[in-house]
């Protein structure tokens, strides 16, 4: 099956820009998610890339994607404490309509 | 507004019962999900189901079933509760029919067993 791989934490100052980084195995993923869990909430759909593309831009969120190397970064631009949350990464596998997740990044915004 | 209901917020049950937990979704989707959330583990999925009495294994499945009656709901059975499955428990649909199929969250089941 596909492994996942996210670092566990991240600290950012409020108004700096935070950086969050997925590595996937599965070549054949055509729908890379990021998915947004405040606490004690389930899982919110945050933005999302189809693998023919290299970057996608939604307001202060800008996603890059590097098929070559399995790579899939979410920025947050202008981070605030609101964006304080658990974010997971998704792939969806070639195979159909399973997603694997991620062990999620834990996003700390601090003053 | 779309939405996926679990039965649930927190169960407290002992070792050895039998649970059920409960999914509703409103949304006519055909897949329906089981996944666990565990610390540093992230989600990690259970059972999946595509169409009604159809299921699959996900990649834990060992110690739980599903039942799939009817297209709206999705249970999950913890045949004899375990204290190893104390955890988070979050049930997820989509539509098998869209290309992009964004799963929709219910809010969790947090089980604990004693």
């Known amino acids: 099956g596909e492994d996942v791989e996210q670092s566990l934490f991240l600290s950012v100052r409020e108004g700096d820009s935070s950086v969050i980084n997925c590595t996937y195995t599965?070549?054949?993923?055509?729908?890379l998610y990021w998915y947004k869990q405040e606490p004690g909430a389930g899982l919110q759909l945050l933005t999302y890339?189809?693998?023919?593309?290299d970057m996608k831009q939604d307001q202060r969120l800008t996603v890059l994607l590097n098929k070559k190397d399995k790579h899939l970064s979410l920025r947050i631009a202008d981070t605030q404490t609101g964006d304080s949350a658990i974010y997971f990464c998704?792939?969806?596998?070639?195979?159909?309509?399973?997603?694997?997740f991620g062990t999620g990044t834990q996003l700390k915004v601090e003053l | 507004d779309v939405k996926v209901t679990q039965s649930s917020r927190y169960l407290v049950k002992r070792t050895g019962e039998k649970v059920f937990l409960e999914c509703v979704q409103d949304?006519?989707?055909?897949?329906m999900f089981w996944y666990r959330q565990d610390p540093g583990l992230g989600l990690r999925l259970i059972y999946f189901?595509?169409?009604?009495?159809?299921?699959e294994k996900g990649d834990i499945p060992e110690g739980y079933s599903v039942s799939r009656e009817k297209k709206e709901r999705f249970s999950l059975i913890l045949e004899s509760a375990s204290t190893n499955q104390t955890s988070m428990y979050l049930c997820?649909?989509?539509?098998?029919?869209?290309?992009?199929?964004?799963?929709?969250f219910g809010q969790g089941t947090r089980l604990t067993v004693v």
């Open positions: 997820a649909s989509s539509s098998r029919a869209r290309l992009n199929t964004e799963a929709f």
């Open positions: 599965d070549s054949s993923s055509t729908y």
């Open positions: 890339i189809f693998s023919n593309m």
């Open positions: 998704a792939p969806r596998g070639g195979g159909g309509n399973k997603l694997t």
């Open positions: 949304m006519d989707h055909e897949n």
């Open positions: 189901s595509y169409d009604v009495k159809m299921k």
